[in-house]
């Protein structure tokens, strides 16, 4: 079994501890999922919206975090209700 992480709290939620129990992706249980592609562009699944947009500047809410990206020539390549394509030139990214 694999080691589940704990969050700012030190307490797991019950989708994480679902998802280590039954070794299951935890993105099945709502938990985001980050898919960065170099430099370039990044996907996140399972975001709940947008807190701030702008060319310099990304911040999305997620059910345990917040996620910032930041660089230059940031737009959103596509989006849907659970999931965001963000392209541009990523420098950082930011988890709180």
Same mark, same amino acid.
């Given at each position: ?5 704990? !969050? !700012?709290? @030190? ?9 280590e129990?039954?070794e ?5 249980? @709502? ?5 960065? $592609? @170099?430099? &370039?562009?990044?996907?996140?699944? !399972? ?11 990304? &911040?999305?809410?997620?059910?345990? $975090? ?9 737009n959103?390549? !596509? *989006?849907s209700?659970?999931? *965001? &394509? *963000?392209? @541009?030139? *990523? ?6």
């Amino acid at each position: 079994m694999r080691n589940a992480k704990k !969050n !700012n709290s @030190g307490k797991l939620s019950f989708g994480e501890k679902a998802a280590e129990a039954l070794e299951l992706p935890k993105e099945m249980f @709502g938990m985001p999922k980050a898919v960065i $592609y @170099g430099r &370039r562009e990044i996907s996140i699944e !399972n975001f709940d919206s947008i807190l701030e947009f702008g060319e310099m500047k990304i &911040r999305l809410k997620t059910k345990t $975090y917040h996620l910032t990206i930041m660089g230059s020539r940031l737009n959103i390549k !596509n *989006i849907s209700p659970d999931m *965001i &394509r *963000i392209s @541009g030139e *990523i420098a950082n990214i930011e988890f709180t």
